[in-house]
C-alpha cells in the first residue's frame, strides 16, 4: 500500500512549453530525474533517467514520456502486446465519436435558436471523458463542469435525454429544467454539470466520503464506490480545490481528481493565471499521487485511469490526474475564439484523440476502417435521432417552474396576507415567461 509520503514520487515533469518558470524545479522535496519509482502503488514503474538538473530545465521530458514508459512496460507484460482488446477499442472508438458528433450537432442546433444560454462544447478533450468514464461501473458517481454534455454521455445517460435537456424539453434528463450546464442523473450516478467553477469538487468530495461512510461506518462492506472529479485548469487556482485535496488526502476518499488542463480558461492562458503550471505537483503537496499524462491519447489516459481508481476502490484514498488536453472550439458558442495562437490550435489539431485511436486500432488490426465506419455512422443515427426526439417533445408545464427548486416548493415564504407567496401568481410576474 503507499503511504502519503511515498505518493510524492509520483511527480513527475511537464513540458508545456519551453517558458515555464524555472522556479518550478528548486528544492523540490523529490527529483523525478534521479528516481525510478513504482507507479500509484502498483507494481509497475516509471523509469526515469539520470540527467543534471540544467539539462533538465533545457531539455525537459515530458511526463507523456514518462507515462508512455508505463505503457512501453505494460505492453511488453502484456501477451498480445496490445494495451486493449478488440471490444474496448470498439468501446472506446465509439464513446469517442458519440462525443464528438453530438457537439457538433449541439452546436448547429444552437445556432438554428434550439438551446437557451451559454452552451459549452467538449471538442479535442473525449479521450479524458472516454479514457475514465468507460472503466466505472454504474454505482461509481461522475462530477462534471458547465462544459458536461459528454461526460454525461460516457457516463451511460442517452443521448435523447442530453439532447432534450438542452433543448429545455420535459423529456430531458431533469426534464428540461437544467439545460447545457446542469446535466444530472440519478440513475447513472452523474451528480451534476455545475455552471460556477469549482461548485463541483466539493460535491465530488462529499460522495466520495458517502461511499467511506457505508463502507466503514455503516458496514456495507461491499460498497467499493468510486468519485471522478472533473475540472478545468483555470479551477485549480479556486478555493475549493485546494479545501477538497486537503479532505480526501486526510480521510483517504476514493476519489479521482481530474483536471482537463486544456491550457486556456475562457482567454486566459494557464502559463499567465498560475504560479506553478505544473497543477499534478499539487498532490503530493497534500500527501497523494500526482500525475500528468498526454490526455490527447486515450490509450494513455486510460492506463493511469485504471491506476488511479482501482487505487481508490481498494481504499488507498484519492489520486490528482493532470491531464493535458485542447479543445477545438471556444470557450463557448458564443466565443468568437480569437485569441489563441492559429499555430497552437493547429498542433493540438494534428493530435486529434480520435484520429489517433483509429490510426492505432487499424495499424494492430483491431479494426479494419469498414467496421470504424460503421460505426460512425450508426452514431450518426442516434444523434440524429436524439435531434428529431428532443424536437417533438413537449415543453414543461408552467406548473413545473418552481418544482424541485426548493426542498418544500411552500417553504419559501409566507406573504403579508398570511398565504405562502408562491401561491400569488403575480409572485413570478416579470422574472419568468412560461
Ligand atoms: C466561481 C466562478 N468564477 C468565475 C466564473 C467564470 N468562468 C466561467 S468559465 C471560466 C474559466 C474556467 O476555465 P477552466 O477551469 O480551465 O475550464 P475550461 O473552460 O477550460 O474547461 C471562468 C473563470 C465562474 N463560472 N465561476
Ligand atoms: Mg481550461
Known amino acids: 500500500m503507499a503511504t502519503a509520503y511515498s505518493a510524492t514520487k509520483f511527480v513527475q515533469p511537464l513540458s508545456l512549453n519551453a517558458t515555464v518558470n524555472s522556479r518550478s524545479h528548486d528544492k523540490s522535496l523529490f527529483d523525478p530525474f534521479r528516481t525510478s519509482s513504482s507507479f500509484l502503488g502498483s507494481t509497475l514503474k516509471?523509469?526515469?533517467?539520470?540527467?543534471?538538473?540544467?539539462?533538465?530545465?533545457?531539455?525537459?521530458?515530458?511526463?507523456?514520456?514518462?507515462?508512455?514508459?508505463?505503457?512501453?512496460?505494460?505492453?511488453?507484460?502484456?501477451?498480445?502486446?496490445?494495451?486493449?482488446?478488440?471490444?474496448?477499442?470498439?468501446?472506446?472508438?465509439?464513446?469517442?465519436?458519440?462525443?464528438?458528433?453530438?457537439?457538433?450537432?449541439?452546436?448547429?442546433?444552437?445556432?438554428?435558436?434550439?438551446?437557451?444560454?451559454?452552451?459549452?462544447?467538449?471538442?479535442?478533450?473525449?479521450?479524458?471523458?472516454?479514457?475514465?468514464?468507460?472503466?466505472?461501473?454504474?454505482?461509481?458517481?461522475?462530477?462534471?463542469t458547465y462544459r458536461d454534455h459528454v461526460?454525461?454521455?460516457?457516463?451511460?445517460?442517452?443521448?435523447?435525454?442530453?439532447?432534450?435537456?438542452?433543448?429545455?424539453?420535459?423529456?430531458g434528463c431533469c426534464r428540461g429544467q437544467g439545460g447545457s450546464m446542469h446535466m444530472f442523473s440519478k440513475e447513472h450516478n452523474l451528480l451534476g454539470g455545475f455552471a460556477f467553477i469549482g461548485e463541483g469538487i466539493p460535491v465530488a468530495t462529499g460522495a466520495a466520503f458517502t461511499s467511506k461512510y457505508r463502507?466503514?461506518?455503516?458496514?456495507?462492506?461491499?460498497?467499493?464506490?468510486?468519485?471522478?472529479?472533473?475540472?478545468?485548469?483555470?479551477?485549480?487556482?479556486?478555493g475549493q480545490f485546494f479545501e477538497c485535496l486537503n479532505m480526501a488526502a486526510l480521510w483517504k476518499l476514493p476519489i479521482v481528481f481530474v483536471v482537463e488542463n486544456n491550457l486556456w480558461a475562457i482567454g486566459m492562458s494557464h502559463l499567465r493565471a498560475t504560479s506553478d503550471p505544473q497543477i499534478y505537483k499539487k498532490g503530493p503537496a497534500f500527501g497523494m499521487p500526482g500525475i500528468h499524462v498526454d490526455g490527447m491519447d486515450v490509450l494513455k489516459v486510460r492506463e493511469v485511469a485504471k491506476e488511479a481508481i482501482e487505487r481508490a476502490r481498494r481504499g488507498e484514498g484519492p489520486t490528482l490526474v493532470e491531464c493535458e488536453t485542447y479543445r477545438f472550439r471556444g470557450h463557448s458558442l458564443a466565443d468568437p475564439d480569437e485569441l489563441r495562437d492559429p499555430a497552437e490550435k493547429?498542433?493540438?489539431?494534428?493530435?486529434?484523440?480520435?484520429?489517433?485511436?483509429?490510426?492505432?486500432?487499424?495499424?494492430?488490426?483491431?479494426?479494419?476502417?469498414?467496421?470504424?465506419?460503421?460505426?460512425?455512422?450508426?452514431?450518426?443515427?442516434?444523434?440524429?435521432?436524439?435531434?428529431?426526439?428532443?424536437?417533438?417533445?413537449?415543453?414543461?408545464?408552467?406548473?413545473?417552474?418552481?418544482?424541485?427548486?426548493?426542498?418544500?416548493?411552500k417553504g419559501f415564504g409566507i406573504g403579508p396576507d398570511g398565504r405562502y407567496r408562491c401561491e400569488d401568481p403575480k409572485f413570478t410576474e416579470g422574472t419568468a415567461h412560461v
Do not use: W
Open 215 to 238: 463502507r466503514e461506518v455503516l458496514k456495507e462492506a461491499d460498497c467499493d464506490h468510486v468519485t471522478l472529479a472533473f475540472f478545468g485548469d483555470g479551477t485549480c487556482n479556486n
Open 151 to 171: 461526460h454525461a454521455l460516457s457516463k451511460g445517460v442517452p443521448a435523447r435525454a442530453v439532447m432534450s435537456e438542452l433543448f429545455g424539453k420535459t423529456t
Open 46 to 144: 516509471l523509469r526515469v533517467n539520470s540527467v543534471k538538473f540544467n539539462q533538465a530545465i533545457v531539455h525537459r521530458r515530458s511526463a507523456v514520456v514518462a507515462v508512455s514508459e508505463v505503457v512501453k512496460e505494460k505492453k511488453a507484460k502484456s501477451s498480445s502486446n496490445l494495451l486493449i482488446t478488440k471490444k474496448e477499442g470498439l468501446e472506446l472508438y465509439e464513446d469517442m465519436v458519440l462525443g464528438r458528433s453530438f457537439e457538433d450537432m449541439c452546436a448547429q442546433m444552437y445556432y438554428r435558436g434550439k438551446m437557451f444560454g451559454f452552451v459549452h462544447l467538449y471538442n479535442g478533450q473525449e479521450a479524458v471523458s472516454t479514457g475514465f468514464i468507460k472503466l466505472l461501473k454504474n454505482e461509481d458517481s461522475v462530477v462534471s
Open 346 to 409: 493547429a498542433r493540438y489539431a494534428a493530435r486529434d484523440p480520435i484520429t489517433s485511436l483509429k490510426k492505432y486500432m487499424i495499424e494492430n488490426n483491431l479494426a479494419s476502417e469498414a467496421q470504424l465506419k460503421a460505426i460512425e455512422k450508426k452514431i450518426d443515427e442516434v444523434v440524429e435521432d436524439a435531434v428529431e426526439f428532443a424536437d417533438e417533445s413537449p415543453v414543461p408545464l408552467r406548473s413545473q417552474l418552481l418544482e424541485n427548486v426548493f426542498a418544500d416548493p
